[in-house]
C-alpha cells in the first residue's frame, strides 16, 4: 500500500502555476496551528492548514475563475485575487495564512497547484497571470 502523501516523508511534489520551479509541501498536524510546510530550494515558508479548506470555501462561493496574483510578503497584493485574499482581515482567520514572517506572501504561487493536486480546483497553466476556480 502506499504511503499517504503530504507527510514529511512523502510530501506533495508541486510545480508552480507557469511551470517554471519545483516545491514540495506536507501537513504537520503537531504544530499550533496545524500547518503545511513548503519548502522551494533552501527557503522554507509555513502557512496555516485551514487555508486548503478555507481557500476552496471561498473559491466555491467565488463562483467564478479568480487571478491568482502572487506576490511577496514586502509588495502589496492586488485586489479580487488569490494573494489578497490569503493576506485580508476579511478571511476566516482574520489576516496571514502564511506564517514565518518575512515570508507569508506567495500564497497565490503555492497553494492552487496543492488545490489542483487534491481535486478541489483547477489552475490556469500560463507564463504570466494565471487563475484559479473551484471544482
Same mark, same amino acid.
Given at each position: 500500500? +502506499?504511503?499517504? =502523501?503530504? !507527510?514529511?516523508?512523502? %510530501?506533495?511534489?508541486?510545480? !508552480?502555476? +507557469?511551470?517554471?520551479?519545483?516545491?514540495?509541501?506536507?501537513? $504537520?498536524? *503537531?504544530?499550533?496551528?496545524?500547518?503545511?510546510?513548503?519548502?522551494?530550494?533552501? !527557503?522554507? /515558508?509555513?502557512?496555516?492548514? #485551514?487555508?486548503?479548506? $478555507? @481557500?476552496?470555501?471561498? /473559491?466555491?462561493?467565488?463562483? $467564478?475563475?479568480?487571478? @491568482?496574483?502572487?506576490?511577496?510578503? =514586502?509588495? %502589496?497584493?492586488?485586489? &479580487? !485575487?488569490?494573494?489578497?485574499?490569503?493576506? *485580508?482581515?476579511?478571511? %476566516?482567520?482574520? &489576516?496571514?495564512?502564511?506564517?514565518?514572517? &518575512?515570508?507569508?506572501? #506567495?500564497?497565490?504561487?503555492?497553494?492552487? +497547484? @496543492?488545490?489542483?493536486? @487534491?481535486?478541489?480546483?483547477?489552475?490556469?497553466?500560463?507564463?504570466?497571470?494565471?487563475?484559479? #476556480?473551484? /471544482?
Amino acid at each position: 500500500m +502506499p504511503a499517504e =502523501q503530504g !507527510t514529511k516523508e512523502n %510530501p506533495w511534489v508541486l510545480k !508552480t502555476p +507557469p511551470g517554471t520551479s519545483e516545491y514540495t509541501l506536507y501537513k $504537520d498536524e *503537531s504544530h499550533d496551528p496545524p500547518i503545511l510546510v513548503c519548502t522551494v530550494g533552501k !527557503t522554507v /515558508l509555513h502557512y496555516d492548514l #485551514r487555508a486548503i479548506a $478555507d @481557500l476552496h470555501a471561498m /473559491l466555491k462561493q467565488h463562483g $467564478d475563475w479568480m487571478p @491568482l496574483g502572487s506576490a511577496d510578503e =514586502q509588495k %502589496p497584493a492586488i485586489e &479580487g !485575487t488569490v494573494e489578497a485574499w490569503g493576506r *485580508s482581515p476579511d478571511n %476566516p482567520i482574520g &489576516g496571514w495564512y502564511g506564517l514565518k514572517k &518575512g515570508y507569508r506572501g #506567495r500564497f497565490g504561487m503555492y497553494l492552487p +497547484p @496543492l488545490l489542483e493536486a @487534491l481535486g478541489l480546483a483547477e489552475v490556469e497553466h500560463n507564463a504570466r497571470n494565471n487563475r484559479m #476556480r473551484a /471544482l
